[in-house]
């Protein structure tokens, strides 16, 4: 069955560096998403992406992020200078069409900030 | 405000004694429904979803749900618990209506299946 493939699956950064986290979506799938779980708490939307362009986004997306899509399969979140309430499980998530088949959610990346 | 309520932090039961977990929604229309599984630092799998005909909803691993519009609920079950459903189940939606296809989580409920 396809998979979204998710790298690193932990990431340890100090507060103020720069973090990229890696996606590869399902090669047939149009829409690209990022979730965050922080460590007990419910999973919230980040961004939508599709067509190589930001779709929707959330009011946690704020300057510190972007996406981008810089080849034809690779999917990537990069947050520029870390804070500690970054500190959470980032979930890549992908789609074959904008609602009806529901999300492919990779096994996440858990980022620690110290 | 679109939501998603889960009211059980946790549910337990004994193993092979039927289970349900609930989910009570607050979206326009009628929207799109989705459960999802999380196992112990892992990501999150797909169980089932409602988009359209029979209430009831079938998925993985012996799961169902029931779609009850009139009370917006979609009650996750399983006749039958096993040890190995022990995890974590949240429920989500997203609006039909096409304005946005992001998924609206519940907090989560910890099922605990007991031997």
């Known amino acids: 069955e396809p998979e979204v493939t998710q790298t690193p699956s932990h990431q340890v950064t100090q507060m103020g560096q720069e973090v990229i986290l890696r996606c590869v979506p399902i090669s047939n799938h149009l829409y690209f998403y990022w979730y965050r779980q922080i460590l007990g708490q419910k999973v919230e939307f980040l961004v939508s992406f599709y067509n190589n362009e930001i779709s929707e986004k959330s009011e946690i997306f704020d300057d510190q992020f972007s996406v981008e899509r810089p080849d034809g399969s690779n999917f990537t979140l990069k947050i520029r200078s870390t804070k500690l309430e970054d500190s959470a499980m980032y979930f890549c998530?992908?789609?074959?069409?904008?609602?009806?088949?529901?999300?492919?959610f990779g096994s996440g990346t858990r980022l620690t900030v110290v | 405000a679109q939501s998603v309520a889960q009211p059980e932090d946790q549910v337990n039961v004994a193993e092979g004694n039927p289970l349900t977990v609930k989910c009570t929604y607050s979206v326009s229309g009628n929207p799109y429904l989705f459960w999802y599984v999380q196992y112990p630092n892992r990501g999150l799998q797909f169980l089932l979803k409602?988009?359209?005909?029979?209430?009831l909803v079938k998925g993985s691993y012996g799961f169902e749900a029931e779609f009850n519009k009139s009370q917006t609920s979609f009650h996750l079950k399983k006749p039958s618990a096993l040890v190995s459903d022990s995890a974590l189940y949240f429920c989500?939606?997203?609006?039909?209506?096409?304005?946005?296809?992001?998924?609206?989580f519940g907090t989560g409920t910890l099922l605990a299946v007991q031997p």
């Open positions: 998530a992908s789609s074959e069409d904008r609602t009806r088949a529901g999300y492919t």
């Open positions: 409602y988009i359209t005909g029979d209430n």
């Open positions: 989500a939606v997203t609006p039909r209506d096409g304005a946005t296809n992001k998924l609206i």
